[in-house]
Nanobody, 128 residues
Framework: QVRFVESGGGSVQAGGSLTLSCEDS????????MAWFRQSPGKEREGVAA?????????ANSVRGRFSISHAKTNTKYTMSLLMNNLKPEDTAMYYC????????????????????WGQGIPVTVSA
């Protein structure tokens, strides 16, 4: 069973920074590509950033240069992070941690529909 613990969301003024974290309950050996998605009210969910097990990353054009994704692994623990700098009001959304099956190789740009497992979401609000 895939289970995520997401943390780090909140409210910030425009120009500020936040870091989101997602801890995956699975053994790191069973983890494939991971990603962050976001969804604003009235908009479709969009992929923001993805990272493969080898550390290769993809960042969506809408946030490139401001957001970065990383991960940290031990023998028993996997954590993915999203560093968001120079936040804008249009970055306001619910952010979701997601995982693709272990056998998937992250494409560049990612095939966002390969991510099948989802966290509960964490809110990010950016005020002008």
């Amino acid at each position: 069973q895939v289970r995520f613990v997401e943390s780090g969301g909140g409210s910030v003024q425009a120009g500020g920074s936040l870091t989101l974290s997602c801890e995956d309950s699975r053994s790191p050996d069973n983890i494939g590509p991971m990603a962050w998605f976001r969804q604003s009210p009235g908009k479709e969910r969009e992929g923001v950033a993805a990272i493969d097990i080898d550390g290769s990353t993809s960042i969506a054009n809408s946030v490139r240069g401001r957001f970065s994704i990383s991960h940290a692994k031990t023998n028993t623990k996997y954590t993915m992070s999203l560093l968001m700098n120079n936040l804008k009001p249009e970055d306001t959304a619910m952010y979701y941690c997601a995982a693709a099956p272990r056998w998937v190789i992250l494409a560049h740009p990612p095939k966002w529909n390969t991510f099948e497992y989802w966290g509960q979401g964490i809110p990010v609000t950016v005020s002008a």
